[in-house]
């Protein structure tokens, strides 16, 4: 009464590379790890421009660079 037991090797199912879904995953989380630290510079600009004192420049450069941005983008649309 002894059961035969079959070392068939099941067939294994190919996924096919798709790194369409990836990428965009990916440009999200980076662009809100961007503006998270965007609002984390503005939150500590005070004590970072007291250590940094070059850093209201260049803190100043970037937000008019964004506010530049932002118009363009309204322009397109």
């Known amino acids: 009464m002894k059961k035969k037991i079959s070392k068939e090797v099941p067939e ?3 996924k096919s590379e ?3 879904p990836k990428f965009f995953s ?3 989380i980076f662009i ?5 630290l965007i609002i984390l510079l503005d939150t500590l600009k005070s004590p970072l421009i007291n250590v940094f004192p070059g850093l209201e420049i260049i ?8 506010q530049d941005v932002k118009l363009f983008i309204i322009d397109l649309i």
């Open 12 to 14: 294994t199912i190919t």
């Open 32 to 36: 809100i790890t961007f503006v998270a």
């Open 18 to 20: 798709n790194n369409g």
């Open 59 to 66: 803190l100043l450069n970037l937000f008019e660079t964004l």
């Open 26 to 28: 990916y440009l999200i």
